[in-house]
């Protein structure tokens, strides 16, 4: 999946009103369209995208740390924010967009450096003005519950 270095390496507006979301998110799996940068600063990358479904893996590093060493409370929400606002952008129709309005994490335990974890966003509602999601992120090897989280997504026609 290539990355978008530079504002230049983005798509315009008018390519991505020209697709419904899920279209967009799978063109990110598929490579056709750049995926996020903050995926490349964070650690981690688009794994899978369905229909009201959104998972990235990641693997916290020392560099999402926090002073006590421990993986930044900003790493998880960065996570779950994008998994569970992706998961919205799937049912976001052609000519639309939309934007997280607010979420809200549960950190449950502490993600150990080196661990490989999948965020899995899903879709609870998906309407004509918002979109609600919850998401959870879990160890891929241990099957651990790390943090759990949920989001209301404004979805907006682009006159």
Known sequence: MPIAKSPADLLSQSDILSMSGLEFMQGILEGRNPGPPIGETMGYTLQDVSDGRAVFRG????????????VHG???????????????MTRVPRGSIY??????????????????IDCIGEVDHSGRSTGVAHGEIRGLEDGKLYATGSTTCIIMKVA
């Not at 693997?59 to 421990?70: K, S």
């Not at 934007?99 to 490989?116: A, D």
């Open 74 to 88: 900003g790493w998880y929400g960065t996570l779950l924010d994008s998994a569970m606002a992706c998961a919205v």
């Open 59 to 70: 693997t916290p590093e020392f560099n999402v740390t926090n002073p006590m060493g421990t």
């Open 99 to 116: 934007t997280t309005l607010e979420f809200k994490i549960n950190i449950l335990r502490n993600i150990p450096l080196g661990t490989t």
